[in-house]
C-alpha cells in the first residue's frame, strides 16, 4: 500500500535510501527565503528526523533515529544553527523515536517503539541530556506509537496502534511513569492513529486512517476515555490524516493524503464535528502533507510534507520534495509549493514552531551530487519586507518603487535583439563603346542582427519609498540600453546594416555576457542570402553566432541561447532564421541551463532551423524562427526568439521591398531581499 504505514515499517536496508537528514525553517513574517541545505556539524550518513518541537523559550528539539536504528535528537536555539545529531544517552539499542512534546515546566518527553515493536519513551529536561529509551510500564505487547502531546496540566497522552492496527493510547502525569497501551474505547477494528493534539481546554483529538484508507479521528476529554474511532463528517472519501493541531481559539485542523496522494485537509470547530477532508486548493499533484501547526503571529495554518513539484505548470521529480500550505481559516488553503523553490529530494515530516512565529520543518533528504551521506539544514530568514519581485516585459520606460522595509535588491537586465539587415540591390553600369550603358544587379542578403546581452548586480543598496528607473528596449521602438537603474545595465544587439551583421549586446554595467554577432549575408549577381540573427546571452555564457555565407549552421552553446542559420543555397533564396532567446529567471532548478543549439541550414522548402533557447524547462518560448520558406522568391528573415534574439537577415533574387523589423525584446526583473536573493542561482524563483 502506497502510503505513510509501508514508509514506517520498511527495512533498515530501504530506510538507508534515506541517507540525509534535512531541516527548512520557514518565518511566516514575510516567508523571505531559505537558505541552501548546508551540513549538520557532524553529521552522519544515515539519520531520520521524525519530530519536532520547541519550548518556551524558542529551543528547537528534534528526535528521530539514525544508524542502527538507535534513538537520536538534535537541538537549536534559533531554528537555524544546530548541534550535531547524537544517540540519547549513548544508547546502542534500537529505539525509533516518533514525536516529542514539552510541558510548561520545560520538560521533553520522547515516543515511539523499540526493535521488538515494544513502546518506549525517554525524557530530558533540556533537550541535550536524555534518558535512555525505555517500555511504557515494561510492556512487552506490540505498540506502533506515532504521537504525544501535553496539556496544560502536565497529563502527557501518546497514540498509536499494535500489530493488528487497533488504535492504542497511553498516559503519564510526569513523563516517566506510563500506563501500558491500551485500545481507544476498547475497539479492535483497524484505525491506524498518527497524530494526536490538545486544546486549551484539555480535549484530546487523535486522528489516523482505517483499513479503506479513509480519516478516523477519536476524542477524549481525559485522555483516558476515548470515543470510537470514526470518519470525519461520515464521509468515506480516501483521506489519511497525519497530522493534527488547534490554535488558540480552538479550531483544529488535520492533514493528510488523499487518492493518489493529494493533499487533504479538514477541520473542526470543537475537535467533536469535522468537515468531510478535501484537497487543499482542489489540487491534484500528489503531497503527502505529514505536519501542521498553527502561527498565532500571522494568523495561519501551516502544512508541511513532500511530494511532486509543480513549476509553472509543469510537475518535476518523485514524490519526495519538501513542501508547504498555508491557510488563514483551515478549509481555504493555497496549492502546496516547494518550501525554498528548489526541487530537493526532501520527504519532511516534523515540524514545530516558537514563541516568535518561526516555523521548523524537518525530515529526511536522499544523497545527491552535492552532499552525499550527510546530515544537511537550511534555515529561513524575515525582513519587513519580506520577498517579492517585479518583472517588466514590455517596452517602455518605468518608475520602480521599493517597497516598505526592502533595502536590498538583486537585478538582471537583458538587452533587445537587433533587427535583420534589409534586402537589397545595386546596379552597376558597364559603360558600352556607343554610349550605350549596359550593367548588371547585384544582389545583396541581410545581416542578421544581434543577440542581446545580459547584465545582473546583486545586493545592491535601494532607499525604502524611493523610485528607481527601469527601461526595456526594443530594437524598432527605440533601440538601446536595457536598465535597472545604473545598477544593471545590458546593451541590446546592434541592428544589421543591410549586408553588415549586428553585434551582440554587451554588459554595460554588472556582471554577464554578451549576445551573439548576427551572421553576415552574401551577395552575387543571381542571389543574396540572409544571415543567421544572433542567439540572446545567457547566465553562463555568451550567445552564440548567427551562421555566415550561404547555408551556414547558427553557432550552438551550453547555457545560451543558440543562433540562426543563414539562408540557404541551390537556387533557393530563404532568409536567415531568428537567434534563440534567453530567459530571465535564472538557473536555478528546474530552470536548467541545457544546450543551445544552433539552427541548421536547410534545402528549398525548408527553411534553416531556428536558433534554440538555453533553457531545458522551456517547451517553445525562446526559440527563434526559421526563415520564410518561399522558392524562389525573395523573403525576409525569420524573427529572434523571446527573450533577446537576433532577427534573421532577409534573402534576395529579384530586389523586393521590405526588411524585417524581427529582434526580439529585452527584459527587467528586480527580486527582494538582495542579501539572500541573488541571480543566477540562489533563491531566484518567484517566492
Excluded at 106 to 124: C, M, W
Aim: hydrophobic share 35%.
Amino acid at each position: 500500500m502506497a502510503d505513510l504505514r509501508e514508509w514506517l515499517n520498511m527495512s533498515g536496508a530501504l530506510q538507508t535510501l534515506f541517507q540525509n537528514m534535512r531541516s527548512f525553517t520557514l518565518p511566516l513574517v514575510g516567508f523571505s527565503g531559505i537558505f541552501a541545505p548546508q551540513r549538520l556539524a557532524g553529521a552522519g550518513y544515515y539519520f531520520l528526523m521524525w519530530g519536532a518541537v520547541a519550548n518556551s523559550s524558542g529551543k528547537f528539539v528534534a528526535v528521530g533515529y539514525g544508524s542502527g536504528n538507535y534513538p537520536q535528537y538534535a537541538t537549536s536555539t534559533d531554528g537555524t544553527t544546530w548541534t550535531a545529531p547524537a544517540t540519547m544517552n549513548g544508547s546502542t539499542t534500537a529505539a525509533l523515536m516518533r514525536a516529542v512534546t514539552v510541558n510548561a515546566s520545560g520538560l521533553f518527553v520522547a515516543v515511539g517503539y523499540d526493535g521488538n515493536n515494544y513502546p518506549v519513551f525517554a525524557t530530558s529536561t533540556d533537550g541535550t541530556t536524555w534518558t535512555t529509551p525505555a517500555t511504557m510500564n515494561s510492556s512487552t505487547t506490540v505498540a506502533y506509537m506515532q504521537a504525544v502531546t501535553v496539556n496544560s496540566s502536565g497529563l502527557f497522552v501518546a497514540v498509536g496502534y499494535n500489530s493488528s492496527n487497533s488504535p492504542l493510547y497511553a498516559t503519564s502525569s510526569n513523563g516517566s511513569t506510563w500506563t501500558t497501551p491500551a485500545l481507544i474505547n476498547g475497539s479492535s477494528t483497524v484505525a491506524f492513529m498518527f497524530a494526536v493534539t490538545v486544546n486549551s481546554s484539555g480535549l484530546f483529538v487523535a486522528v489516523g486512517q482505517n483499513s479503506a484508507d479513509s480519516s478516523q479521528y477519536a476524542y477524549s476529554s481525559d485522555g483516558t476515555t476515548w470515543t470510537t474511532p470514526t470518519t470525519m463528517n461520515g464521509s468515506g472519501v480516501m483521506a489519511r490524516m497525519y497530522a493534527v493541531t488547534v490554535n488558540s481559539s480552538g479550531l483544529f485542523v488535520a492533514v493528510g493524503s488523499g487518492t493518489s496522494s493529494a493533499p487533504m485537509a479538514a477541520y473542526s470547530s470543537n475537535g467533536t464535528n469535522w468537515s468531510t477532508p478535501a484537497a487543499m486548493n482542489g489540487s491534484t499533484t500528489p503531497a503527502t502533507m505529514t505536519g501542521v501547526v498553527y502561527n498565532g503571529t500571522t494568523g495561519v495554518f501551516v502544512a508541511v510534507g513532500y511530494g511532486k513539484a509543480v513549476v509553472d505548470g509543469f510537475q518535476y521529480g518523485q514524490n519526495d520534495n519538501a513542501l508547504y500550505a498555508t491557510s488563514s481559516n483551515g478549509s481555504t488553503w493555497t496549492t502546496p509549493t516547494l518550501t525554498n523553490g528548489v526541487i530537493t529530494p526532501s520527504t519532511v515530516r516534523a515540524v514545530a514552531i516558537d514563541y516568535t512565529g518561526k516555523v521548523v520543518t524537518l525530515g529526511a533528504g536522499y544523497g545527491n551530487s552535492t552532499c552525499i551521506g550527510a546530515a544537511v539544514a537550511a534555515y529561513s530568514f524575515a525582513t519587513t519586507g519580506g520577498n517579492g519581485q517585479s518583472t517588466f516585459l514590455a517596452a517602455g520606460t518605468y518608475t520602480w518603487v521599493a517597497p516598505a522595509g526592502v533595502t536590498k535588491v538583486s537585478a538582471v537586465a537583458l538587452g533587445h535583439g537587433g533587427r535583420g539587415g534589409n534586402i537589397s540591390c545595386t546596379y552597376t553600369p558597364i559603360p558600352g563603346p556607343c554610349c550605350t550603358c549596359c550593367g548588371y544587379v547585384t544582389y545583396i542578403g541581410g545581416g542578421g542582427g544581434g543577440g542581446g546581452g545580459i547584465a545582473w548586480a546583486n545586493n545592491q543598496t535601494v532607499i525604502p519609498a524611493n523610485c528607481y528607473t527601469v527601461t526595456v528596449r526594443l530594437a524598432c521602438a527605440g533601440a538601446g540600453n536595457t536598465s535597472f537603474s545604473t545598477l544593471a545595465v545590458a546593451g541590446g544587439g546592434a541592428n544589421s546594416s543591410n549586408a553588415s551583421s549586428g553585434a551582440g549586446g554587451t554588459v554595460i554595467t554588472g556582471t554577464g555576457y554578451s549576445g551573439g554577432a548576427g551572421g553576415s549575408a552574401t551577395s552575387s549577381t543571381s542571389r543574396g542570402v540572409g544571415g543567421g540573427g544572433g542567439g540572446a546571452a545567457g547566465y553562463l555564457t555568451s550567445g552564440g553566432a548567427g551562421g555566415a555565407a550561404v547555408s551556414t549552421n547558427g553557432e550552438s552553446k551550453t547555457g545560451a541561447a543558440g543562433g540562426g542559420a543563414s539562408g540557404q543555397n541551390a537556387n533557393t533564396y530563404s532568409g536567415g532564421s531568428g537567434g534563440g532567446g534567453s530567459f530571465i529567471m535564472g538557473t536555478q532548478t528546474p530552470y536548467c541551463n541545457a544546450t543551445g543549439t544552433g539552427g541548421v541550414a536547410g534545402t528549398c522548402f525548408y527553411a534553416g532551423a531556428k536558433g534554440v533557447y538555453g533553457y531545458s524547462i522551456l517547451t517553445s518560448a525562446g526559440d527563434g524562427n526559421g526563415g520564410a520558406r518561399y522558392c524562389p522568391q525573395g523573403t525576409k528573415g525569420g524573427p529572434g526568439g523571446n527573450l533577446g534574439g537576433g532577427g534573421g537577415g532577409g534573402s534576395f533574387n529579384p530586389c523586393r521591398s521590405g526588411g524585417p523589423c524581427f529582434g526580439k525584446l529585452g527584459a527587467v526583473r528586480v527580486i527582494w531581499p538582495g542579501c539572500t536573493r541573488s541571480y543566477p542561482s540562489t533563491n531566484v524563483r518567484d517566492l
